[in-house]
């Protein structure tokens, strides 16, 4: 393979999303718990009074969140909770500025990955293990809170990061909603774009959201679960055959997107799959709720692009984020972690999940939102853990993401792959 410049390399992945922060949505994803400082002792006990600033970057949740704040206070007299709210890029770049010292974010949420560990070695967090709010959760959804032995963050939402799918296009087309295989699900797209519609809507031009692809496309084709942690540390690159295998199955993609994939921004991605234009819309299960509010009335499923031959080990992806944990220099502490352990109660866990339409990490929740009852089995499958949350480096991130929105636009598999790992060798 041709050696390319870093020139080279810039010009090929910064149009398509290179070194802008990337948007995380309230989506799952990570792996190994990164290691690091380690907060103070669990939260002191007190009078839970005063003022709790909440914050967080789910502007979308302010509804639920101000009537979870309405009944927190009416079980305690003095207190106050007010939500600090930040846009979902901001809140990736500047939330750790933002909540050093508490100033704001008494309790605040994080990103898992890069954002988590940022806050974990700042020393933000207070200690949660033993917490009777950790106690609620399920033990196997917690890794993404914990630092070595300690829990200092609770991952609060379990959303799948997969395609999610307008079942009656499928049933119009004859298409197959669970292929097990690549050519399978190659075949089914064929299938709707005969039907006369976008097979998948896919807003590239989003850094975030259009990411959330890529959860899915590695999963089955890594050999190994922390891939992209071992890309960032330089014992897998993307140059290897394995990725080189996985832009290849972007680029059989591309007759299946809509035009203009790789400039899509969320929004216009949204209206086509919610008006029925696009029977998938490649982001997630996060996105539930919002394409019921622009209109969406056909039943939805989610759909996994398995990459493999049919002998995958993954049959979809999850994340687990929206890691609440209560500031290790608030004043307050007594109150921020009352109001910790009433959001993990079943009972407030279970609102906020049928509100948002969003899956909890909490145990004993019912379900009553029809899409997430519908959705609910993928709970008990076999996924992978977002993958591309394991990066700790934003920079290397981007850059490797980068690199199917590339291929997307029409760079070979080769030379993207070239170009990313010439940026990932710089941050070695």
């Not at 519609?197 to 890594?222: H, K, R, T």
């Not at 929004?267 to 029925?276: I, K, R, T, V, Y």
């Not at 030379?415 to 990313?420: L, M, N, S």
Request: proline share 5%; with cysteine; glycine share 10%.
């Amino acid at each position: 393979m041709s050696q390319i410049s870093r020139r080279q390399a810039i010009a090929i992945l910064g149009a398509l999303g290179f070194g802008a922060t990337a948007a995380a949505c309230a989506g799952p994803g990570g792996t190994t718990a990164p290691g690091g400082a380690t907060g103070p002792a669990a939260p002191a006990t007190g009078a839970v009074t005063g003022k709790v600033s909440f914050a967080h970057w789910r502007g979308e949740d302010k509804a639920v969140f101000d009537e979870l704040i309405k009944r927190f206070a009416a079980l305690h007299d003095g207190v106050e909770v007010v939500q600090d709210i930040s846009t979902s890029n901001d809140y990736n770049a500047q939330g750790l500025q933002k909540v050093r010292g508490a100033a704001i974010g008494d309790a605040f949420a994080t990103f898992r990955g890069a954002q988590f560990k940022n806050f974990t070695e700042a020393g933000i967090y207070a200690e949660l293990k033993g917490s009777k709010a950790a106690a609620n959760y399920q033990p196997g959804l917690l890794t993404a809170g914990q630092s070595g032995d300690s829990q200092l963050g609770l991952p609060y939402q379990v959303v799948f990061p997969m395609p999610m799918a307008n079942a009656d296009l499928f049933d119009k087309a004859g298409a197959e909603i669970a292929p097990k295989d690549w050519d399978g699900f190659l075949a089914m797209c064929e299938k709707l774009a005969a039907s006369g519609v976008i097979p998948i809507s896919w807003p590239g031009g989003d850094v975030g959201n259009g990411g959330q692809l890529f959860n899915c496309m590695i999963a089955n084709n890594a050999p190994v679960d922390d891939m992209c942690a071992q890309i960032e540390q330089g014992k897998l690159k993307c140059t290897d055959d394995w990725f080189l295998k996985m832009l290849g199955q972007y680029k059989e993609l591309v007759p299946y997107l809509q035009p203009n994939a790789t400039g899509t921004a969320v929004e216009p991605a949204q209206n086509l799959f919610s008006q029925g234009k696009a029977a998938m819309l490649a982001t997630g299960s996060y996105h539930l709720a919002a394409v019921r509010g622009l209109g969406a009335a056909f039943p939805i499923e989610l759909v996994f692009p398995n990459t493999s031959d049919g002998s995958g080990k993954f049959e979809g992806a999850y994340n687990a984020t929206f890691i609440l944990g209560v500031n290790s220099a608030s004043k307050n502490q007594a109150a921020s972690a009352a109001w910790i352990d009433f959001l993990s109660e079943p009972e407030n866990a279970g609102y906020y999940a049928n509100q948002t339409a969003q899956h909890v990490a909490v145990n004993n929740v019912e379900y009553t939102n029809a899409d997430l009852k519908r959705l609910s089995p993928w709970l008990d499958k076999k996924t992978a853990l977002a993958a591309r949350f394991q990066f700790q480096n934003l920079d290397v991130r981007n850059a490797v993401e980068a690199s199917a929105t590339a291929v997307i636009s029409g760079t070979s598999p080769e030379q993207a792959a070239e170009a990313a790992q010439k940026i990932v060798d710089e941050r070695l």
